[in-house]
């Protein structure tokens, strides 16, 4: 069966099943991406934002990366690759938006995690956030976050009214791992902001629980990529063409009915209100007889020597062991020989971790932790306090894709929304 037949069926199928509703009002967002960092998937994310570009007022491109070595230049490099197929996709879909507009708004952010007190100084992103969010309009601004949310959190520091005309749409999990301090100052300073918190639905998108008959996403790209445009080229440099677009759920969640109500079911998954978010202190090393839940703040404090450096400076490691390798996290010297670290585990495992340091006589200690596979779990009198505008997967143990939690109110519209896009790159083979 050749790949025009097949295509042919995936169209049947797709009209039978789809169920996508329409959104109210084009929505205003603003992307705040760790692209070109230590995870490929945001390209993938954001060829797929460009060759939907239609369905969104996109106000801001802001590179973003918490970790590793991504730059607005990755933005544009894509926007480049997009300014050669466009030609072709327009010819099938009106209101792309142009090459020259998205390089306008393409903006570089803080290089790096933010410090304990969870922000720094401003950056040409954390402005162009704020400067989106006071524009006046009856729309608040949908800021979408891929990566770590330091360019949020300078932004809501440096210009805290802004926080009733955004509204955020997050993928965490290992996002907060990455960015604990920061989540920790947007969590605790304004626990009224409008916030969905996705920490594992996400994964349902590109989970290994294929249904039968069922587009997959291992073999997605030879079927309905591969030599699509220059976008369908440069895809393969990403997983081996595998789809892994772990952010794209923001924006499936924008072009599937009404954004404004979360609990509703929607391409980009269904969520739940919480009013807690977990924050566990520890004054002590732990032990297997500790847990907590994934993705909870989990704060160690340590004594220690007094020394003379500037409060908030790293000057400790946690080391964590991920995949063979070894995985440093930067703890801070709060003053008056206080020492403390926030580590946000993204998954269910036993923890094992050191506390290691140059300074002479740091305590060096070695520790376990039990990470629980349900959030955000019990509550603690240190949690932060939330108010009646945050959302996150839901709990039911009947949404659980395998081990993801909320994984299914994204997997059962995976067919769908893949056979959707899979339309669009069929407008880029060479015919």
């Not at 998108?205 to 294929?210: K, M, P, T, V």
């Amino acid at each position: 069966m050749n790949r025009f037949i097949l295509f042919f069926l995936l169209c049947v199928y797709s009209f039978t099943t789809i169920a996508q509703q329409q959104v109210p009002i084009k929505p205003r967002i603003l992307i705040s991406s760790d692209i070109g960092g230590t995870d490929p998937d945001d390209n993938q994310s954001i060829t797929h934002l460009f060759m939907y570009s239609e369905l969104f007022n996109i106000e801001g491109l802001v590179s973003s990366p918490s970790f590793g070595d991504g730059n607005k230049e990755e933005i544009l490099r894509m926007i480049n690759l997009y300014e050669k197929d466009l030609p072709k996709l327009k010819k099938h879909k009106k209101g792309l938006l142009s090459p020259d507009y998205l390089r306008s708004i393409t903006k570089q952010g803080r290089h790096g995690a933010a410090p304990y007190m969870g922000y720094t100084a401003a950056t040409e992103g954390s402005n162009w956030i704020i400067k989106c969010a006071k524009k006046e309009s009856p729309q608040p601004l949908w800021v979408l976050v891929w990566g770590g949310l330091e360019d949020l959190a300078q932004a809501l520091h440096d210009a805290p009214e802004i926080q009733n005309k955004i509204r955020v749409v997050w993928i965490g999990g290992p996002n907060k791992k990455w960015s604990a301090n920061s989540y920790a100052y947007v969590a605790e300073h304004f626990p009224n902001l409008w916030f969905i918190e996705n920490n594992s639905s996400y994964y349902g998108l590109f989970s290994n629980n294929d249904e039968p008959d069922s587009v997959k996403t291992t073999d997605y790209y030879d079927k309905y990529i591969q030599a699509a445009g220059y976008l369908g080229k440069d895809f393969k440099n990403y997983y081996n063409g595998n789809i892994k677009m772990g952010d794209t759920p923001t924006l499936l969640y924008m072009m599937d009915g009404n954004p404004n109500n979360p609990m509703r079911e929607s391409w980009g998954g269904s969520f739940e209100k919480t009013n807690h978010s977990p924050r566990v202190i520890y004054n002590r090393v732990t032990t297997e007889k500790d847990t907590v839940a994934y993705c909870t703040i989990t704060e160690f404090h340590l004594k220690g020597p007094i020394i003379n450096i500037p409060s908030d400076s790293a000057c400790f490691w946690m080391e964590t062991a991920y995949n063979n390798n070894v995985q440093k996290w930067p703890g801070y010297y709060l003053g008056n020989g206080e020492y403390a670290i926030k580590y946000a585990p993204k998954k269910a495992e036993i923890l094992t971790y050191k506390f290691t340091s140059e300074i002479p006589n740091f305590p060096v200690q070695e520790g376990k932790l039990v990470v629980e596979n349900l959030w955000p779990g019990k509550k603690h009198s240190t949690d932060y306090k939330l108010g009646n505008n945050w959302y996150t997967d839901k709990a039911d143990p009947n949404l659980y894709d395998g081990k993801i939690q909320g994984g299914k109110t994204i997997l059962k519209w995976r067919n769908d929304i893949l056979s959707d896009w899979a339309k669009r790159w069929n407008w880029l083979l060479d015919k």
